[in-house]
């Protein structure tokens, strides 16, 4: 079993490497109460399939109504990542279903790098730790080794996250119950 990064970026190259379009959603802030912490990622497709989570769900819903074909929607738009911001308002945030009046903020790359995926997820299939850098005026993604574990940073002009192997987890048994402890320790980045 992988991470849940590693299934969305791995998703994301294969859906690109099959012809399809990609949008890339990565959660850059958060304020108040949030499903999601900052970091969490979701990749989706321009049919409307969706893998990873930015949100409890409509955030998600409302990326396919726009963004897609799925609903008759005008498809994944050409162009720099976009930041957007839901749950300005209360009525906002109780549409969306962001839980105790919460603002998330998003970083929508449009139709990511193919070939800087297809590096990164060789570099953490390696087990090594990347710090993925975005430009979100051009566009451009650098990636690093890095040594130990970095905090997500994001400035308004640009998004640095380290992904990679993260904490570990020992456990000691192997019953029913340490097999679901450990794909729950797996989905959060043990």
Not at 21 to 31: D, E, G, N, P, Y
Not at 37 to 42: A, E, F, I, Q, T
Not at 72 to 96: K, N
Not at 125 to 132: D, H, P, S, T, Y
Request: net charge negative; glycine share 12%; proline share 5%.
């Amino acid at each position: 079993m992988e991470s849940i990064d590693l299934l969305v970026l791995s998703t994301a190259h294969d859906w690109l490497q099959a012809g399809h379009r990609v949008l890339l959603a990565t959660v850059a802030r958060t304020w108040g109460s949030s499903p999601r912490p900052v970091g969490s990622m979701m990749a989706l497709r321009g049919d409307g399939r969706v893998v990873g989570s930015v949100s409890g769900g409509c955030i998600e819903d409302d990326l396919i109504h726009r963004y897609t074909n799925a609903y008759d929607g005008s498809g994944l738009p050409d162009g720099p990542p976009q930041v957007v911001r839901y749950g300005i308002s209360a009525d906002e945030a109780h549409r969306f279903g962001l839980p105790c009046g919460g603002t998330l903020e998003l970083i929508l790359e449009f139709t990511p790098s193919r070939d800087a995926l297809e590096q990164l997820l060789a570099q953490l299939n390696a087990g090594k730790l990347v710090r993925r850098s975005l430009d979100l005026g051009s566009g451009q993604v650098s990636l690093a080794i890095s040594a130990t574990p970095e905090q997500f940073i994001f400035d308004g002009r640009q998004m640095v996250n380290t992904l990679g192997p993260g904490y570990r987890l020992l456990l000691i048994g192997a019953g029913a119950l340490a097999e679901y402890l450990a794909t729950m320790a797996l989905f959060n980045g043990f």
